[in-house]
């Protein structure tokens, strides 16, 4: 059964796949390290020690083929892929074989520029449209895989 797992630390949709995923009966899993704990009525929590990556770890540890996953991390949206997952992140954009390389190219540009002493812009404020949009995208994905 496809489940959907939430990278929780700072994640701003966690209410909204919740409900998406109640409304698919789907199980939800949030997972989260121990300086960002959470819990949720309908879904479990697994709190992982503080650590580099320590989440993305045990999360893609977990996932399965078929699983949704909801994360803005483009290096744990690429292991997902690899896993036959289906990662989404929290503006509904859907990661796969098509954009990811492109994704994680920009993400070490970045950083090479970081680290050269530039800046780079953060991103937009949220605003109540983005978790619609969200929503509307997550659940365009259940409804596509819940197909297969």
């Given amino acids: 059964m496809v489940k959907v797992l939430i990278d929780a630390d700072g994640c701003p949709v966690v209410d909204q796949t919740i409900a998406a995923a109640r409304k698919y009966k789907l199980d939800v899993i949030l997972l989260c ?10 879904a479990e929590t697994v709190t992982v020690s503080k650590g580099p990556d320590a989440v993305d770890f045990v999360l893609v540890n977990r996932v399965k083929k078929g699983d949704i996953v909801v994360t803005q991390d483009y290096g744990l ?3 997902v892929l690899a896993k036959q997952g ?3 992140d929290q503006n509904g954009r859907l990661y796969s ?3 990811i390389d492109q994704l994680l190219h920009g993400r070490h540009i970045a950083k090479k520029i970081r680290q050269g002493g530039g800046r780079m812009k953060g991103p937009k404020k949220r605003k109540p449209e983005d978790n619609e949009k969200f929503t509307m995208n997550l659940e ?3 409804e596509k895989i ?3």
């Fill in 140 to 142: 365009g994905l259940i």
């Fill in 77 to 79: 949206a690429a292991m």
């Fill in 146 to 148: 819940g197909t297969r």
């Fill in 33 to 42: 390290d121990t300086s960002h704990e959470m819990y949720r009525e309908g």
């Fill in 97 to 99: 074989e098509e954009n």
């Fill in 86 to 88: 289906y990662p989404i």
